[in-house]
C-alpha cells in the first residue's frame, strides 16, 4: 500500500508538472493552480506536499517560461502569430527572475544561454532591417532593450552598434 500511494502522488506531481509545461503564458498561475489542485480543491486530491514535492513543479515552471522566452528570440518567429515581441520577452524574464529568485532557484546557466540568443536575435534583426529585407520586429523602446539586456549580464556597449535606430 506504501509504495501504492508513492507511486498515486508521484502520478498526481506529473500530471501537474505536464499542465505547466503545457500552459499558456504566464506558467506561474499554473504552478499555483496546481498546488491549490493538489491540496485544497474540494474536487483534488487533497494531499499535503513535501518540500521535495515543490521541485518538479518549480523546475516545470522554470522550463516553461524558457520555452516562452527562447520562442521569442528566436528570429524564425517574428512573422509567427506565436511571436510576442522582446518587449514580452523581457516581461517574462522578470517573472522568471523574480519566480527563481524567491525559491533560491539558479539561472546562472539559463541566463547565459538567453543572453546569447538575444545578443544573436539583435544582431540579425539590425542586419536585415538596416539592409532593407524586412522592418523591425522589435516592439518596445530602446530603453527596454538596454534593460533586458543588463538583466541578463549584457553591458550596452556590448549591443549592436545602430540597435537605437530601429528601436
Known sequence: MVNETACNR??????????????????????????YHLTRDPDGPSIELRPDDFIPLEEAVVKRYLKIIMRDLDPRNRDRRIYRGLERCAVNWKRLSRFSDNRKIDLTAERDRTAQALKAFLAQELEEVLSGRRTTSINCPYAVVVEFAKELGIPRNELPEGLKTIC
Do not use: C, D, Q
Open 10 to 35: 508521484n502520478e498526481l506531481i506529473e500530471e501537474e508538472v505536464f499542465l505547466i509545461l503545457h500552459s499558456g503564458e504566464i506558467p506561474e498561475i499554473a504552478y499555483y493552480n496546481a498546488i
